[in-house]
């Protein structure tokens, strides 16, 4: 089992680009869930999907997009990317299984 | 709403030393209370949880026990090692609702 993959591993994006976060995982969970990492304020719950078909608010969603493509897939998309939304951005699955995570930087 | 409140770092402590990291929380209903811990560079792992009143749990020479009374889920190792250098996060989880309010973590290096 290789649990919850992430990519990609880095990015790098200019203000007002746009682009995908992808996230898997090989569990068969029925939940999985997007956050942010940002210095000293922990994580953060953008959206998450407590079944597949479905997608909830967090408590920071706004500039984001989510898809729950099926039970393993569940993709955060950034439509138009701001500086504020560096972070490292982490996917889970099932409240305890964590990827490693995406560093993002937008310029 | 849920919230958290760890104590603050960054903890500096000698190898073998007791440890105790702090975590309050408040919550309606019932919580399930978790220990994440992550690594330099890593991704969160968990480390334990307890899912009801007294529970204890341990992972790792790791303890933490549910105390309702006092809404709390101390964190405490009694002999810490170098490998313990990380950064602990405590979160109780939204009953119901299956999601995390997670605390802002707590930096803690361990010396030789």
């Known amino acids: 089992n290789a649990g919850v993959t992430q990519t990609p591993k880095f990015q790098v994006l200019k203000t007002g680009q746009s682009m995908t976060l992808q996230c898997a995982q090989d569990m068969n969970h029925n939940s999985m869930y997007w956050y942010r990492q940002d210095p000293g304020m922990g994580l953060r719950l953008i959206y998450y999907s407590a079944s597949e078909g479905t997608t909830d608010k967090g408590e920071v969603p706004n500039g984001y997009n989510v898809s729950r493509l099926n039970k393993r897939e569940f993709s955060l998309r950034l439509e138009s990317a701001a500086p504020s939304q560096t972070s490292v951005y982490f996917c889970a699955s099932n409240e305890q299984f964590f990827g490693p995570g995406t560093r993002l930087t937008v310029l | 709403g849920n919230s958290v409140t760890q104590m603050e770092g960054p903890v500096t402590l000698s190898e073998e030393a007791f440890l105790t990291i702090n975590c309050t929380y408040t919550a309606t209903g019932y919580p399930s209370l978790f220990w994440y811990v992550q690594y330099p560079g890593e991704g969160l792992q968990l480390l334990l949880k307890?899912?009801?009143?007294?529970d204890k749990g341990s992972n790792k020479g790791f303890e933490a026990t549910y105390r309702k009374e006092t809404t709390s889920f101390h964190l405490e190792k009694g002999s810490v090692q170098v490998s313990d250098s990380a950064v602990y996060f405590c979160?109780?989880?939204?009953?119901?609702?299956?999601?995390?309010?997670f605390g802002q973590g707590t930096r803690l290096t361990i010396n030789p």
């Open positions: 307890a899912t009801k009143a007294d």
């Open positions: 979160a109780p989880s939204v009953q119901g609702a299956q999601k995390l309010v």
